[in-house]
């Protein structure tokens, strides 16, 4: 993100989530009921008014968001049902996952780690939604053009405990150098058992002679927002990619699984984009 701008990709993302939650239980694939108070009103309704235009431009994104979401939620309440010390939410945006598992009130250390601009932002909208900030969540804020992970550790962050990182929507926008940091600092401060997620989209797309709609946009725009789209990792090479990095129990997900997994019934004919994947890993014992 760009300067001091609250992040425009964590409303955008937030304002697809609740205008999935708003349908019918039987028709939408995420269900997130704070979205819509996170999302700034106006933001929401340009959101409700360019939806389809959004489609035509970009077939299956916003299907692989709510896909992405819902695949992420399930994966954490897994890691909750297997028993988790902390939760570390990476470029925490507009997540709400905090606010959503009661597991994570009553047994679970939360940090919500993102940009100063866009996290003093949150904590507003989260003051008017819950009156205070809740207790069990630890806000850290972080600008990675000066400052690392590291800081993790003066907020409470204790290595020693079983952690899971949620690093959702965040990759496209890192440098190599910077994945690679995060998947560091993940390796060498996490507890045998502690796991990584995260989604990420297939370098052929962004280096593609003809980009998809949202591609193209993005890497357009980005110098403006700050938000630009530089890195992917190969089709079919994320296994290799993490194992390299002192990663086990790899699991790729891809666009076809998660149609499997979430498009059925009335949704079997709502597309999914191609290009976008989600993987999970545990930290070598």
């Not at 866009?118 to 630890?138: A, G, H, M, S």
């Amino acid at each position: 993100m760009k300067g001091e701008w609250s992040s425009v990709t964590a409303q955008g993302i937030a304002a697809i989530r609740a205008i999935e939650s708003s349908r019918p239980p039987e028709q939408r694939i995420c269900y997130d009921p704070l979205a819509r108070q996170l999302v700034s009103p106006v933001f929401y309704l340009l959101a409700k008014l360019f939806w389809r235009y959004g489609e035509w431009r970009a077939p299956g994104t916003t299907g692989f968001i709510v896909a992405r979401a819902r695949y992420i939620d399930d994966y954490l309440q897994t890691c909750l049902d297997g028993g988790i010390d902390q939760l570390v939410i990476l470029g925490a945006g507009l997540d709400s996952r905090a606010y959503r598992f009661e597991q994570l009130r009553e047994h679970v250390k939360v940090f919500e780690v993102d940009h100063p601009a866009t996290q003093q932002e949150k904590c507003k909208r989260l003051r008017r939604i819950f009156d205070e900030l809740p207790k069990y969540v630890t806000f850290v804020p972080i600008d990675f053009n000066e400052e690392s992970l590291e800081k993790l550790f003066d907020f409470g962050f204790d290595k020693q405990w079983k952690t899971l990182f949620i690093w959702e929507g965040v990759t496209y926008y890192l440098t190599a150098e910077a994945m690679d940091s995060t998947l560091e600092f993940v390796v060498r401060n996490s507890e045998e058992g502690s796991s990584i997620i995260f989604d990420y989209v297939h370098v052929s797309a962004l280096t593609a002679a003809h980009k998809r709609g949202e591609i193209a946009r993005m890497q357009r725009y980005g110098r403006f927002t700050g938000e630009q789209l530089i890195f992917g990792i190969e089709e079919g090479k994320v296994v290799e990619f993490l194992s390299q990095r002192g990663y086990t129990q790899i699991v790729n997900v891809t666009s076809e699984d998660l149609k499997r997994a979430y498009f059925t019934g009335v949704n079997q004919n709502r597309p999914i984009a191609p290009i976008y994947a989600i993987v999970h890993a545990t930290v070598k014992s």
